[in-house]
């Protein structure tokens, strides 16, 4: 899989000012699937996600004023992580020491001996990893015709021959090559547009 550059330091800086609402935008448009997700996997229901990615964002916005970015001891998405996991210990917490209202209670005992599995670094980023591409194929797939589409997608992620390809869409193997490329190119220059060098 391909390694992505950090997160961009001037969109952090952006992000002190609370009325730059293009880089806030960004930012939860980046994130928000990341933290969400990751917490469905944690084991959180729908709501319990949302409200844990709400304050984590409200931890952010807190704290990005006195936050000073330095790459060098270590990347965005690890503080953020650190920031995530935090958030999910105390929910977990809370959730523990609040009252049980149905259930069985022997049941509700063997479930709280379970615990969910620890947040693990690997499984974060790799959350991030799926996350940005989705988001760059989104963007990207809108710039394009559905014939350029199909060419990368079909040859790129799903694998197909290219001579398939280019007689289904009735386009040469060339221009699948050609379509394929373009795109690949476009979508490592938008996600190096979002998260700078």
């Not at 409200?51 to 060098?72: E, K, M, N, T, W």
């Not at 197909?160 to 009735?170: N, S």
Request: proline residues 5%.
């Amino acid at each position: 899989m391909v390694e992505f550059p950090s997160t961009r330091a001037s969109l952090l800086l952006r992000l002190r000012d609370p009325q730059d609402e293009g880089a806030w935008a960004e930012f939860v448009q980046l994130y928000a699937p990341l933290v969400y997700g990751y917490a469905r996997k944690q084991g959180l229901q729908d709501a319990g996600a949302a409200d844990l990615s709400q304050d984590v964002f409200h931890a952010v916005a807190s704290a990005i004023g006195r936050l000073d970015y330095d790459p060098a001891r270590g990347s965005f998405r690890n503080w953020l992580f650190t920031v995530v996991r935090r958030k999910l210990l105390n929910w977990q917490a809370t959730r523990r020491n609040r009252a049980q209202g149905s259930g069985d209670a022997a049941t509700h005992q063997l479930l709280e001996q379970c615990p969910a599995p620890e947040p693990q670094e690997a499984e974060w980023e790799a959350e991030w990893q799926r996350r940005l591409y989705d988001w760059a194929c989104v963007r990207v797939r809108r710039e394009v015709t559905d014939a350029t589409w199909q060419a990368f997608w079909r040859t790129a992620v799903d694998g197909q021959p290219v001579k398939q390809v280019a007689a289904d869409l009735g386009i040469s193997a060339g221009a699948v090559y050609i379509a394929r490329s373009r795109i690949l190119a476009r979508l490592k220059e938008l996600v190096q547009s979002v998260q700078g060098p």
